[in-house]
């Protein structure tokens, strides 16, 4: 009997999941710091492949999902940014050596759209738009049933689109993306720029954290209220952009934003009315969160090596 | 032997192409009013496909580029603006009762992007870009060897994103989309605002053509050269959002303005740099001119019947 090895490497934490390729659900799961003590990354990431590697079984692939730019051909890190040292990084290639078995590398929010495809809420559907709003603003495309990737894989870059060229900086240096107004950190240099301009809130520091300030929103706090409601304002004008260019049948939203979701939703579905085409475009749109939580990642490498092997 | 007809419908001219199925090229190619005193469209569009009828052969399909909405699922035309009547118009179950043949329906700007992948400036390409730029701005892409329809077709309209939600009226009712910036209208709408204005210029009427502001521009008119230089610069914005979301490695211009590109291009590219995520969604990137001209709807429907018949 075979097996599939998947990875969901993190700036911070890396998970590993041996799933038996007639099953679905994962065997088992493991944990580890992808960093300890500035040693290389890839030393904790071997070494918890080692430990899910099954006695009894034939490993017929490695998936791995990782943080950045990936070139899906040559299964390299173009750039992690939150990773020492993986810019240009043959990660693919250096598995595949130390374990002698195929090797697949993609981008960790791509692969949990792959996930939530095949075993969330984007089941049953063929053009699925899925966005990850956390610290930054991530996703992946499914059209036709084909897996979105571009050329060399760095496609569906969803966050990183320009809604006004006049915008607040990015985290990637350019201004007005979706991802400077609707992620997490969006969220949070609003609240910052408007403190320092003498605005009047509860919040008590300079720099709030996105928890503190979603409970200075549900406290009633004018801020933080504008806050979310301008994250929800140009999230529905991107997610209506999207919807021109995809005409899909399913919106997923994942990532730590999306428990702040009841604060956001009235903005963003009045500014998706506001913005979209023609109905058409919503009419028998599935409006989603994800369902498949830290596992997304795990579930969908394995879904995505099971086409490939 | 078999053959292949295709059409080309306009608001103001249809063609229809006879295709020997053994042939890349059209064996015959008849141009007609769309409408003529009112008369419904589709009497002309009959007319046209008898009279290109072949003796000899079986026609295996029929297929259609319309301008607008189109569900391709149904063959329908959900909305052609610049055709009478042509609101949920069922064109496909029309001809296909008429002419007892296999009839698909598409949107015009889709097939041209077609065309140009399988028999002009895209060939060899698998993920293409192809943008057609005269009184609006629409466009087609393929994506890992596919083209992107969406799940009822309407999917690429790429002319409907939101680059400025405050920026200038498109012809669809919405503000600052890429169409209402770049397109020739966009162009012209922005001369007519500065001519409000009081702006300094040549040109002689408050509302001038796009081909007299091109002309004034090649005279070195300051007005006309910043209208084109403001196209070119909301282009490169509109680029660059569409090279994160696809990452492809053939992006292609046709339509009326590109007889005006000289004029655009610098600003363009300046734009295209300056917005760009990474340089590497500019390696090995071919920005070309259409090559197939007014038939590149008409080769793209013949290419895409035969993918489907």
Request: net charge negative; charged share 20%.
């Amino acid at each position: 009997m075979d097996a599939i090895i998947t990875l969901d490497i993190g700036g911070t934490n890396t998970r590993c999941a041996l799933f038996h390729t007639e099953k679905d659900d994962p065997v088992s799961i493991e944990k580890v710091n992808t960093s300890v003590n500035n040693e290389p990354a890839i030393n904790r990431i071997i070494e918890v492949v080692e430990k899910s590697w099954p006695k009894d079984r034939k490993v017929v692939g490695i998936a791995a999902a990782a943080p950045g730019s990936i070139d899906v051909i040559k299964n390299e890190v173009i750039l992690a940014p939150n990773i020492a040292g993986w810019q240009d990084y043959p990660l693919g290639e250096i598995l595949e050596k130390h374990f002698n078995t195929k090797v697949l590398v993609n981008n960790d929010a791509r692969m949990a759209a792959v996930g939530e495809w095949k075993r969330g809420a984007g089941r049953g559907h063929n053009d699925i738009l899925y966005y990850t709003v956390s610290t930054g603003l991530g996703g992946g495309v499914i059209t036709g049933g084909h897996i979105l990737q571009g050329s060399r894989g760095i496609a569906t870059e969803v966050g990183h689109i320009v809604l006004d060229d006049n915008g607040p900086l990015c985290g990637c240096g350019k201004a007005g993306h979706f991802e400077s107004y609707s992620s997490g950190t969006g969220i949070q240099h609003h609240v910052e720029r408007k403190i320092k301009e003498g605005a009047a809130t509860i919040l008590k520091t300079a720099a709030p954290s996105s928890r503190e300030i979603a409970e200075a929103a549900k406290a009633g706090d004018e801020l933080a209220l504008e806050a979310f409601e301008i994250g929800g304002y140009y999230m529905g004008i991107a997610v209506s952009n999207y919807l021109h260019i995809f005409n899909p049948t399913c919106v997923i939203f994942g990532g730590g934003v999306t428990l702040s979701f009841d604060l956001i939703m009235p903005s963003f579905r009045a500014s998706l009315e506001k913005h979209v085409l023609n109905p058409l475009y919503l009419k028998d749109l599935k409006i989603a969160l994800a369902e498949l939580g830290d596992n997304a990642g795990l579930i969908g490498t394995y879904e995505y090596m099971k086409q490939n092997v």
